[in-house]
């Protein structure tokens, strides 16, 4: 079964940035959109933001202008930029598509198993 693999996670101080990177473990026939989200210790899972296979991108309100998602879709990877990085940014992060991996397969969800980011002060 096709697993979606984050990567670039870290330790990081406040102020720094991170890129956090995700793709599937395998090509997959097509996929939608593609959404990152976070979770801390303690929290409830939230998003983070997202983005539709022509290029869109919506975030929540606290992201905005300090985090960017990009895709390559010859790549199938999505792409998390994380600037002006705070301590209440840590947390898991994981990845999510709409995707189906054959020709004849529904679409589904797919998710990563996170990657942990650590701001310190």
């Known amino acids: 079964q096709v697993q979606l693999v984050e990567s670039g996670g870290g330790l990081v101080q406040a102020g720094g940035s991170l890129r956090l990177s995700c793709a599937p473990s395998?090509?997959?026939?097509?996929?939608?959109?593609m959404a990152w989200y976070r979770q801390a210790s303690g929290k409830e899972r939230e998003l983070v933001g997202i983005i539709t296979i022509g290029g869109s991108t919506n975030y929540a309100d606290s992201m905005k202008g300090r985090f960017t998602i990009s895709r390559d879709n010859a790549k199938n990877t999505v792409y998390l930029q994380m600037n002006s990085l705070r301590p209440e940014d840590t947390a898991v992060y994981y990845c999510n598509t709409n995707a189906r991996e054959t020709w004849g397969a529904n679409y589904r969800s797919y998710w990563g198993q996170g990657t942990q980011v650590t701001v310190s002060s």
């Open positions: 395998r090509k997959m026939f097509s996929i939608n959109s």
